[in-house]
């Protein structure tokens, strides 16, 4: 064997090694809707936290937010599975549900201190107007965006789709 078809074995080898140790699951951007689900994953936490800490301050409105929780169940399952599948299409398996639980680890460590200017009747306020409000994904995801949901997510945003020249006459 001459010294050329030794050093292409040798980059074959290579490689297929470096694709073999590759992971399985590249990861991917994430498209507005899984944005828009994990914002109002994160609403649901700011709430769930801020009653909790409400109510250790003796304020108790839990009443509203478990009535919160029963009312929209169906959405916020929804956003859920839908973060959990894209997890699970990106890391696969146990990491993507490792993943999804620090992202609501990291949703409930933001509020866990409270908000700025923010009391606990403020919180009663917006509690009392998000279970008010009908069920549907996108009253949810617009009390969400009001309310600053901005989650950290485990990959980068996509970038939004080019417009064509003839969309933006």
Known sequence: MGRGKIARAVWVGV???MTAAAPAHAQRCWNQTLVEAAQVKEYDVMLMVATLRCQAKGVDFSSTYNSFVLTHKPILKAV???????LNTSL???AALKAYDSMSVTMANKYGRGIDGLECSDFQIMLTEAQASRSTRADLLALAQRAGADPVLPAPRCAPPMQTAAATN
């Open 15 to 17: 490689l297929c090694a």
């Open 80 to 86: 859920g599975d839908e973060m959990i599948r894209e």
């Open 92 to 94: 696969g398996g146990k």
